[in-house]
């Protein structure tokens, strides 16, 4: 498959995380665009991988050649995950306090 | 060795100050310590120890900058000033008592360490650190320990000087990745070879960074708010001492750093120099506030000063360096003045004060000398320094020295009319309460009179001392 | 060598020890003890000076150059601390520590109401003033004589102000000072160009090199120095702090118009002579400003009626006439002047002295008269300096004015007329002066007038010393009209005008015409005497002087003008730059930079709103700018 329809595929989720992220007022779904936003990313890394590979192992003997882009994906799994793990507490702590998750009634970091 | 200790002594001093909590020992401690680097500091004259006047360690080897520190003449001249003030400082400001002592005397002490690091630094890093090192404890001085409008006076003190300080970092910086060996030792930045265009730059942001501590014309405005907020012992050590930082930089590094841009702008700076000297002594003649009318008498004395560093000729150079000792013995004595005025009647208006001799006899011929001094009277310390700095002014414009020779006529009229407002005419409800001077300050301000006489008299040892950094600058520039 | 040349450190020394006793042991000395300490170091010097003298007499004594110490060696320009002993300087020096000590005396009487504390202090800046007198006279440099010049000027200012008490006082005082400081940055400037154009300011090797100079420089040299002399001996412009430092008090204002200060600027051209011969530009300028001078304060005398403003207005007109003939040439005849009017004006103060001693302090002479019979010894004395000064023969001031006046003559007759015109209002202001004192009724109160009373012989004995001084010192200077080599002190001081007699081309007057001037200017000095003592004897003033008069009363209202024309403006100045450059200006620019950075955070606060929305809002839309930018710029 060529690399383009990869290509619009990650950027037409990533469109959809940024607007979800701008136009949404629940946490929840905002939290959600933003792995659909890391997720994009990972679909277009792990794409280029591939296309790569194979000029990457002609350059270069290292045992990992050709996949250090995958090897991001990971990270980028990982931290995914750290951070769900930290934001929904926040989400929580926040529903807790206010009775809502509606980020607009989140202002007081101005204060 | 002495070198060293000049620092160390106030630096060790100074923290071990802060866990004094008594009043009466911070104070007596704090005298002890500065009178231990006045020991130190003599010593080293009577003895011409000539191999104590320079030190050398290892610093930060990896950015190519030692601790190493170097007493030239007139270095070793503003050491022994600076050494000397502090012991009459703190002897003068006995009977005040401000509130935390031992945070007071230690920031004193702190920086003392400071100044005395300026003055020795021979390491380009060296000397910005300890630039900063000198600023920092006087604004926490000034800021805690100083008048009503303290927070305003003193951020503004501080911001003018750490934005000059700022400017002299970058072009600090900017000479280092020149130099041939990647140091920023004196040898290494003296040797940097620098196009016309690069001097001219750099020059700007030395100078600035050195006028703002002097000051000069324009950049003066912080100085009359600072003294006149601060504590005064803390204005003797910004007046007698910090002052002479801005100066001494100016003879340790910018003129022989960019000799070429210091002729090229040699009449920008002297014309601005001037005019300060005159605009200054005018302000001065409308001051009510004694502080205030000494701090803009003080710019217009620095006017000079800084105007004849950059006549470049032995005369000008000479009165200068001459003028740098006399100067901070004159103005410490008329801070000394001031303060004993203010605690004894609780304003430094001139408005409101007069008829002091007849209470203060004693106080009053001292205030006098010290006066005189100001005026530059002959057989004075400062008539010396101004003799020679006018005359090298003459030499390169007759028109500089004309103009600037008004400052003579003007500071003799709001010197005497400020004698004459606070220790003339008839006493009032005020000062009818007053008392003389007790035999310490007497004693204190004994030592400032004794000095402006030997001075004035016979100033042949401060000459041989300073004659090595005279011909050094001289020789840069030819 | 003569080794009490040697020793001629000593002369300055004892005053100075005796201001550093009385100044320093003013608490604990008793009124006797310090009098005595103050007088006897002058008197100590006097002797001093009279064996100094005496060396200085013996034929082809050459300026002797003593060495004291190393002052300023820099910048190859040596000024050592030296003294030189010459003709001129020895007979400065008796001068100033002869009448220098007669006043001294004087005081301890006159200032005995005084505390003990204030009396030494008197004493000790009667010391000082005399030790700064000895170094202006002494000093082997311009340096220091400048020394001397600013310590005169200084001592001058304590002694004016020494009743500090009284604000008018101070501010006479502070005037004296600053006036003086004009002059100072005048002469100082003087130096420069002396130090530029001969690289010394050593006496011998400027006078040396001066021969060959460019007369433009020499011109510049020499009005410089004269502006140091105009305030410093008070010639117009720079006058008008002389008659107000009669706040001091009256022994002081002898010293200052007798024996010191106002003489330096004489003495410091007569030692420059050979400067001034150099250059004829400097010389008319010195001789017109002495002329203008001596006619303008004689105007202002005449309508004074406080008794020692009078005597200052005559002082200054007389050193008019010292200038005149320094201007004209008459080295000498200017020196000479200076000796005799040393004598008769210290001799005229004192005698004031006295009478306002007698008078309670009341200066007023329309409140005085008749005082000839209660106080004989001053009215005598008085009487003898009065014609003295009035110039008429055999008194001392008539050879010296007379030599100066001949002398003008022959350099351009205008100068005698006006000068002649101005010794003939000397003659009747003087007289007016004496009659309202002392001929005629007593017209003070009645209590006062019972208390009248000769002074003690402390105040009399000097009175007496002076005034035979007065009345015989001229004949050191007969003219050669009356007798070949008769003129002693032309004789005395000829090495010292040596080369500027060389050159300057002598101007000569015919006896026959000399013979003229003199019966002309005698005869009508004595007219005007008569008529001065016949109005005034008859009907003294007593009102306040109207029309013209007044405008002489307040002094051409000279004060008024530079009150107008400088103090005014320059307190404007001060004012609107403190107002408005300093504090609008420069500060408000630092400040304004402040304030705006304070307003742009103002402003950039807005943004953090707090809603998340809008800080992701803000974030994407940076991204996109860095993209275009990537896209379009860094492509």
């Known amino acids: 498959m060529p690399i383009n329809y990869y290509i619009i595929l990650a950027v037409a989720l990533f469109s959809i995380g940024v607007a979800g992220v701008l136009t949404r007022r629940n946490a929840i779904i905002i939290f959600m665009c933003i792995e659909l936003m890391l997720n994009a990313v990972n679909l277009l890394l792990v794409a280029f991988s591939k296309m790569h590979y194979g000029n990457a192992v002609a350059v270069s003997p290292s045992a990992v050649a050709g996949t250090e882009a995958q090897l991001f994906v990971f990270f980028i799994m990982v931290v995914a995950a750290a951070e769900v793990s930290v934001g929904l507490a926040i989400i929580v702590m926040m529903y807790r306090n206010i009775h809502s998750v509606d980020v607009n009634f989140l202002n007081r970091l101005k204060h | ?478 | 060598m003569s080794s009490i040349i040697d020793l001629v450190y000593l002369v300055p020394l004892f005053p100075l020890i005796g201001f550093l006793i009385n100044g320093l042991g003013r608490k604990n000395l008793s009124k006797s003890l310090s009098g005595i300490i103050g007088s006897g170091v002058i008197l100590a010097s006097f002797i001093v000076s009279l064996l100094i003298f005496n060396e200085t007499r013996a034929e082809g004594f050459t300026a002797t150059t003593v060495n004291l110490f190393e002052f300023i060696n820099v910048a190859g320009l040596n000024i050592p601390f030296a003294f030189q002993v010459d003709q001129l300087s020895a007979l400065f020096l008796l001068i100033i520590t002869g009448v220098g000590f007669l006043i001294h005396v004087y005081s301890t009487s006159y200032m005995h109401e005084e505390e003990p504390h204030h009396f030494a202090r008197y004493f000790a800046y009667l010391n000082l003033f005399v030790f700064s007198m000895l170094l202006l006279v002494l000093g082997a440099n311009y340096l220091i004589m400048f020394i001397g010049w600013e310590g005169v000027g200084l001592c001058s200012y304590l002694l004016i102000g020494y009743w500090f008490k009284n604000n008018e006082y101070g501010n006479a005082a502070r005037k004296a000072f600053v006036m003086n400081r004009i002059g100072d940055l005048g002469f100082l400037l003087g130096l420069f160009f002396i130090i530029q154009q001969f690289g010394s300011l050593t006496y011998s090797e400027v006078f040396a090199n001066a021969q060959g100079t460019d007369t433009a420089i020499l011109t510049v040299i020499t009005l410089l120095l004269f502006v140091g002399a105009t305030g410093k001996s008070a010639q117009i412009p720079l006058y008008t702090w002389l008659p107000d430092a009669m706040a001091g008090p009256t022994p002081v204002s002898a010293l200052i118009h007798a024996a010191t200060m106002v003489t330096a600027g004489i003495y410091m051209i007569a030692r420059s002579n050979i400067l001034y011969t150099l250059a004829p530009v400097s010389q008319t300028v010195v001789a017109v400003v002495g002329l203008a001078t001596a006619i303008l304060a004689a105007t202002i005398a005449i309508k004074q009626n406080d008794i020692k403003k009078v005597l200052a207005y005559s002082t200054v007109s007389q050193l008019g006439y010292m200038f005149l003939g320094l201007g004209v040439g008459a080295y000498t005849g200017a020196v000479f002047h200076v000796m005799t009017h040393a004598f008769f004006k210290a001799l005229l103060f004192l005698g004031a002295g006295s009478v306002i001693h007698a008078m309670h302090h009341e200066q007023d002479i329309r409140k005085m008269g008749g005082l000839a019979k209660k106080l004989p010894t001053t009215h005598w004395t008085f009487l003898a300096g009065c014609i003295a000064i009035a110039g008429i023969p055999p008194f001392s001031g008539f050879f010296s004015k007379d030599e100066i006046l001949v002398h003008a003559f022959a350099a351009n007759p205008v100068y005698y007329v006006i000068g002649l015109a101005g010794a003939l209002m000397t003659a009747f202001y003087m007289f007016r002066l004496y009659a309202m004192t002392f001929s005629g009724t007593f017209r003070g109160t009645h209590e006062l007038e019972h208390h009248l009373h000769e002074s003690p012989w402390q105040m009399t004995m000097p009175l007496v010393v002076l005034a035979v001084l007065a009345i015989v010192a001229g004949f050191l200077g007969i003219p050669e009209l009356f007798a070949a080599d008769a003129h002693k002190l032309e004789h005395y001081l000829a090495p010292v005008f040596k080369a500027s007699t060389e050159i300057a081309e002598a101007h000569h007057v015919e006896h026959s015409t000399e013979y003229i001037l003199l019966a002309v200017s005698i005869t009508l000095i004595v007219l005007s005497i008569f008529y001065a003592l016949n109005r005034f004897s008859k009907k003294p003033e007593t009102g306040e002087a109207e029309g013209f008069g007044k405008v002489l009363a307040n002094k051409w209202y000279v004060d008024e003008l530079y009150n107008n024309i400088i103090t005014k403006p320059l307190n404007g100045l001060g004012v609107f730059a403190n107002r408005f450059i300093e504090k609008s200006g420069i500060d408000g620019i630092v400040n304004g930079v402040g304030k705006s950075v304070q307003w742009g955070g103002r402003q950039l606060r807005l943004l953090q709103s707090g809603q998340v929305g809008s800080y992701v809002l803000w974030m994407v839309l940076g991204i996109l700018i860095l993209f275009v930018i990537t896209i379009t710029i860094l492509k």
């Open chain 2, 1 to 478: 060795m002495t070198a060293l200790l000049l620092i160390l002594v106030p630096l060790i001093g100074g923290l071990v100050t802060f866990f004094v909590k008594q009043e009466s020992q911070a104070k007596l401690w704090s005298f002890v310590v500065s009178l231990v680097t006045l020991a130190a500091m003599s010593v080293n004259l009577l003895m011409h120890d000539e191999a104590g006047r320079s030190f050398t360690a290892e610093w930060l080897p990896m950015l190519g900058s030692s601790f190493a520190l170097q007493m030239d003449g007139v270095s070793t001249l503003l050491c022994f000033l600076t050494a000397l003030c502090y012991p009459i400082i703190f002897a003068s400001t006995w009977k005040s008592s401000y509130a935390s002592p031992n945070s007071f005397y230690g920031l004193m002490l702190l920086a003392q360490a400071g100044i005395t690091g300026v003055f020795l630094a021979a390491d380009g890093l060296l000397f910005y650190f300890f630039w900063e090192l000198a600023l920092i404890p006087v604004y926490f001085l000034c800021s805690k320990w100083g008048g009503e409008k303290r927070i305003a006076v003193t951020f503004k003190f501080f911001i003018y000087t750490f934005i000059g300080s700022l400017l002299m970092l970058v072009g600090l910086l900017y000479m280092y990745y020149q130099t041939a060996d990647a140091s920023f030792s004196m040898q290494s930045l003296y040797a940097v070879k620098l196009s016309g265009d690069q001097q001219s730059w750099l020059f700007w942001l030395f100078f600035i960074a050195f006028a703002v501590k002097m000051p000069v014309f324009p950049f003066h405005t912080w100085q009359p708010d600072t003294y006149e907020q601060s504590p005064t012992a803390v204005t003797m050590v910004l007046s007698a001492l910090m002052v002479k930082m801005g100066l001494f930089a100016v003879i340790r590094w910018l003129l022989p750093l960019f000799p070429d841009a210091a002729v090229q702008y040699d009449n920008v700076v002297i014309g601005l120099s001037v005019i300060g000297m005159i605009y200054a002594s005018i302000l001065a003649m409308q001051q009510d506030d004694i502080k205030r009318l000494i701090a803009y008498s003080s710019i217009a004395h620095i006017g000079l000063m800084a105007a004849a560093l950059f006549v470049n000729n032995e005369s000008g150079l000479q009165g200068a360096m001459i003028q740098l000792f006399s100067h901070g013995v004159n103005v410490l004595g008329m801070w000394i003045v001031i303060e004993l005025i203010e605690r004894r009647f609780g304003t430094r208006k001139m408005s409101e004060l007069g008829g002091l001799a007849q209470k203060a006899p004693g106080l009053t011929i001292l205030l006098v000398i010290v006066a005189l001094a100001n005026v530059a009277l002959p057989l004075t310390n400062a008539f010396i320094g101004e003799f020679l700095m006018f005359n090298g002014l003459f030499k390169f414009n007759v028109w500089y020295a004309a103009v600037g020779g008004l400052s003579i006529i003007l500071s003799a009229i709001y010197t005497l009319r400020m004698i004459q407002k606070v220790f003339y005419g008839n006493e009032n409800t005020l000062t009818a309460k007053g008392e003389d001077i007790t035999w310490f300050e007497k004693a204190s301000l004994a030592v400032i009179v004794v000095a402006i006489f030997v001075m004035g008299v016979y100033p042949k040892p401060v000459f041989e001392l300073t004659t090595d950094t005279v011909t050094l600058i001289l020789g840069v520039f030819k």
